[in-house]
T-cell receptor
Framework: GEDVEQSLFLSVREGDSSVINCTYTDSSSTYLYWYKQEPGAGLQLLTYIFSNMDMKQDQRLTVLLNKKDKHLSLRIADTQTGDSAIYFCAEAAGSQGNLIFGKGTKLSVKP | DTEVTQTPKHLVMGMTNKKSLKCEQHMGHRAMYWYKQKAKKPPELMFVYSYEKLSINESVPSRFSPECPNSSLLNLHLHALQPEDSALYLC?????????????FGSGTQLSVL
């Protein structure tokens, strides 16, 4: 079945870049997603990438996709304290719009 | 309007209570979802509705009963829950059920079962 793996924790200093990594197993996934969850809140869709792309940039966010290695990364430039949250990588599961989430990476930003 | 609204934000209930969680969206989305998220875990799918019909039930116990009265509303009726059902319940919606659909989530209902 599908599986999505992420490292659990990342700590960076304010102003540095953050890189959150994810690996997935379903090679038929057409879209891969990054969601952000702040404490006690729902999930906010940050960005997504289509599987025929290698890179997508959206302001401070850069998504890199290595389809051969099934590796996805999210780079946050100039990380701010407001970026502290849990970041979930997700891939579409099957054909009915469901998502399979990784366990989430907790990003801590130190001033 | 890209919002999915969930009420209540917090709910405490006893094991003999009956309560309902509500979810509303006005984006014209035709697919709606219930996810359950335990602390420090990723969300797990419970139910999917498409065009107001139940499309997926991920072997959820019958003490959870979903209902989709119309295309904008999704309810989750709760009865005789157990303490281990305490979790954040997230509602989501998407345009349809295609594999490339983006899901938009509500803020969730934090449920505590005593």
């Amino acid at each position: 079945g599908e599986d999505v793996e992420q490292s659990l924790f990342l700590s960076v200093r304010e102003g540095d870049s953050s890189v959150i990594n994810c690996t997935y197993t379903d090679s038929s996934s057409t879209y891969l997603y990054w969601y952000k969850q702040e404490p006690g809140a729902g999930l906010q869709l940050l960005t997504y990438i289509f599987s025929n792309m290698d890179m997508k940039q959206d302001q401070r966010l850069t998504v890199l996709l290595n389809k051969k290695d099934k590796h996805l990364s999210l780079r946050i430039a100039d990380t701010q304290t407001g970026d502290s949250a849990i970041y979930f990588c997700a891939e579409a599961a099957g054909s009915q719009g469901n998502l399979i989430f990784g366990k989430g990476t907790k990003l801590s930003v130190k001033p | 309007d890209t919002e999915v609204t969930q009420t209540p934000k917090h709910l405490v209930m006893g094991m003999t209570n009956k309560k309902s969680l509500k979810c509303e969206q006005h984006m014209g989305h035709r697919a709606m979802y219930w996810y359950k998220q335990k602390a420090k875990k990723p969300p797990e799918l419970m139910f999917v509705y498409s065009y107001e019909k139940l499309s997926i039930n991920e072997s959820v116990p019958s003490r959870f009963s979903p209902e989709c009265p119309n295309s904008s509303l999704l309810n989750l009726h709760l009865h005789a829950l157990q303490p281990e059902d305490s979790a954040l319940y997230l509602c989501a919606s998407s345009q349809g059920l295609n594999i490339n659909e983006k899901l938009f989530f509500g803020s969730g209902t934090q449920l505590s079962v005593l």
